[in-house]
């Protein structure tokens, strides 16, 4: 079924609801704590995820809500609203402005429509199956890329990462770089660099251990936009997914993104 206007109407207001409370506390005292897993939380992040529930709850009291720091809200629709408020806090603490919002629409376990908000430098981009992707209301598209050697691969950091799936991003970062391993990859950015890929920007990002709320909205964009979007097996990401995430810009380089994910000796990646 094919997303309605009123609901991407709606998720525009959302990010517009989230970014209004979280503009003045950047740069500003946002009550940092950190909660049981040792992740940063501010005020920001719980008050623009109340403003964002608040409008689901009078708009579409029937659709569940799944949200990074309010938890689970059952609907009755087959319909989940799934809302990080800031992902990348610990950017937005740094006075980073390469934090953002993230809403998604998923129906049956399929994210249908993504936003990504950066309300600081107010961009946003809006992926829709189907659709072009927007960046505010120009389309746009990954780039082509010839070889694996020489694409650009982006992480927020390897320290997130299971331990396990280290040497697996490390194998594809030594394959992307071809010998200039000084070159490197791009750190940080959190789902910014999701937006700048679809954007054409940069060619791979590559992540594991998120959670829904971190990559439900950024496979429409990145899919919209003409990239491809999967897990590290190659499947596409539903709400079932396991958390490992590969965004990859230019889908004529998929199967050698995933062969050198794959190639470290004496081990195979298999989903945990």
């Not at 950190?34 to 940063?40: A, Y």
């Not at 964009?221 to 590290?232: H, N, S």
Request: net charge negative; proline share 7%.
């Amino acid at each position: 079924m094919p997303v309605r206007p009123a609901d991407i109407a709606l998720a525009h207001r959302l990010a517009d609801a989230a970014g209004a409370v979280i503009r003045p506390y950047f740069r500003q005292p946002a009550g940092l704590e950190l909660k049981e897993d040792r992740s940063p939380v501010t005020r920001a992040d719980r008050e623009a995820e109340e403003a964002m529930r608040r409008l689901l709850d009078a708009e579409c009291p029937g659709d569940g809500v799944v949200g990074e720091e309010h938890g689970v809200k059952d609907g009755v629709t087959g319909r989940q609203w799934v809302l990080d408020p800031i992902d990348g806090t610990r950017s937005f603490t740094a006075g980073r402005a390469i934090f953002g919002t993230l809403i998604a629409l998923v129906e049956d376990g399929w994210p249908v429509l993504g936003i990504i908000d950066q309300p600081v430098q107010r961009e946003r981009w809006t992926g829709v199956t189907g659709r072009p992707t927007l960046l505010n209301d120009a389309p746009v598209r990954t780039r082509a890329c010839a070889a694996l050697e020489g694409a650009i691969v982006a992480t927020t950091s390897p320290h997130l990462f299971e331990d396990a799936d280290v040497p697996h991003f490390m194998a594809l970062v030594a394959a992307a770089s071809g010998g200039a391993p000084r070159q490197g990859p791009v750190y940080g950015g959190d789902c910014y660099n999701y937006g700048l890929l679809a954007s054409g920007f940069l060619d791979i990002v590559c992540e594991s251990g998120l959670q829904l709320y971190d990559f439900a909205a950024l496979a429409p964009i990145v899919e919209g936009a003409g990239g491809r979007m999967c897990d590290w097996n190659g499947d596409p990401l539903t709400a079932d997914s396991a958390g490992h995430v590969l965004a990859i810009g230019d889908p004529a380089r998929a199967d050698e993104v995933l062969e050198a994910l794959r190639n470290v000796a004496g081990h195979d990646h298999h989903d945990h």
